[in-house]
């Protein structure tokens, strides 16, 4: 089955401890993303990957680190967490054949709370 | 920039049609979307349209563009309760595949 698995869904943790969610898909896609869900706000970008090795920042990459060292994983790294980084955060993946991108497939989400 | 803006709430009863609205701020959009979020799970795509386009119809759902106004709808026909959720929209900018998104509506169905 074609999906984006995101893990854990959901994680509790303190201020300032180093954690990583993991983000997979099978379907062979060239672009990643990584978006947050906040009340009110809607889905904002926090990253993205063109490809293998391309990464760049999307609106809100203020206390993230991605890596897209294969096609398929594209982990989101938080360094030192803080209580603002509390979200719900979605993997989501496309492909791109001649010249066109197909729609977006996401995840089904991670809760982070920082405490 | 860009913005994508919709109302936050909207109730219906079943068996009625539900119209959700959406207004976005750059005509330099080329798709428009409709993603559905069931309570825990991710976003589910409903439909697309080009902005080309002025009309999509895919079984219950309507999509319509006026891109003049750039205003974008969905319809719902004969809401069921399965139909309660969240409804995204958003606008596609640019070559790649960035997405802007709207806050959201939540939709009530009620007997």
């Known amino acids: 089955e074609a999906q984006v698995t995101q893990n854990p869904r959901y994680l509790i943790t303190v201020t300032g401890k180093k954690l990583t969610v993991t983000c997979s898909q099978n379907?062979?896609?060239?672009?990643m993303s990584w978006y947050r869900q906040d009340p009110g706000l809607g889905l904002r970008q926090i990253y993205y990957s063109m490809n293998v090795e391309v990464t760049d920042k999307g609106d809100v990459p203020e206390g993230y680190k991605v890596s897209r060292k294969e096609k398929r994983n594209f982990p989101l790294i938080l360094e030192s967490p803080s209580p603002n980084q509390t979200s719900l955060y979605f993997c989501?993946?496309?492909?791109?054949?001649?010249?066109?991108?197909?729609?977006?497939?996401f995840g089904n989400g991670t809760r982070l709370t920082v405490t | 920039g860009e913005d994508v803006e919709q109302s936050l709430f909207l109730s219906v009863r079943e068996g009625d049609s539900s119209v959700i609205n959406c207004t976005y701020t750059?005509?330099?959009?080329?798709?428009l979307y409709w993603y559905k979020q069931e309570p825990g799970a991710g976003l589910q795509l409903l439909t697309y349209?080009?902005?080309?386009?002025d009309m999509k119809q895919d079984q219950r759902l309507t999509v319509l563009l006026n891109k003049k106004d750039k205003h974008l709808s969905l319809r719902i026909a004969d809401t069921q309760t399965g139909d309660s959720a969240i409804y995204f929209c958003a606008a596609k900018y640019g070559g790649y595949n960035k997405l802007i998104f709207g806050a959201g509506t939540r939709l009530a169905v009620h007997p």
């Open positions: 989501a993946s496309s492909s791109r054949v001649n010249g066109y991108n197909s729609p977006l497939h």
């Open positions: 349209i080009f902005s080309n386009m």
């Open positions: 750059d005509s330099s959009s080329t798709y």
């Open positions: 379907m062979n896609h060239e672009y």
